[in-house]
């Protein structure tokens, strides 16, 4: 790992990528939820609300996806591909259900754009693998880049990713889970 502290450059030394399934996080869920105008660092989460996610619900235009094992293996390996391919260092990376959480180094290259080519890779991927046969992505829009400025930080996020996710998933060679 890099040294401690803050780079002189200003640009973290890694950040914690998240993107979810499309329809498996809608606001007004009981975790709570981000909107444009709660979306600042440390701001809680906004509480729930079940009318507003049973009207979020209505707006779906496709089913919500749920990730089974031969998914989360395209997943893991785009990410793993698209890192090497570009030059990142990867740390960690975690395909659950619905959602997919990875550590990486991009060095000063946008976390915008980071994010946006590991979901489209993850996208391309179960597409080549045939377990994605649609026209429509299976992520929501956007997704979370925490910026990782510490050594002591990427180690946190690291166990997060590893450790944090809750009881270990089915092989990904399993037809089908539930």
Sequence with gaps: MKNEGWNEAGIP???LF???CY???LHGDERGAVDRFNNKYEMPFLPPNNKWQRFVESRLK???VKLNGRMRKSVETAVEETCQIRGW???AVNVRTNHCHSVVDIGNES???A???LKANATRQMREDGWWPFDHSPWAEKGSRRFLWTEKSIEMA???VVNGQGKPLPDFNCQDEQ
């Design 23 to 25: 329809g498996t996080w």
């Design 111 to 113: 976390s915008k754009k």
């Design 115 to 117: 994010l946006n080519a």
């Design 18 to 20: 998240t993107f979810r």
């Design 13 to 15: 030394l890694a950040y």
């Design 62 to 64: 496709y089913e919500p």
């Design 89 to 91: 260092n990867i740390y």
């Design 158 to 160: 690291i166990d997060y």
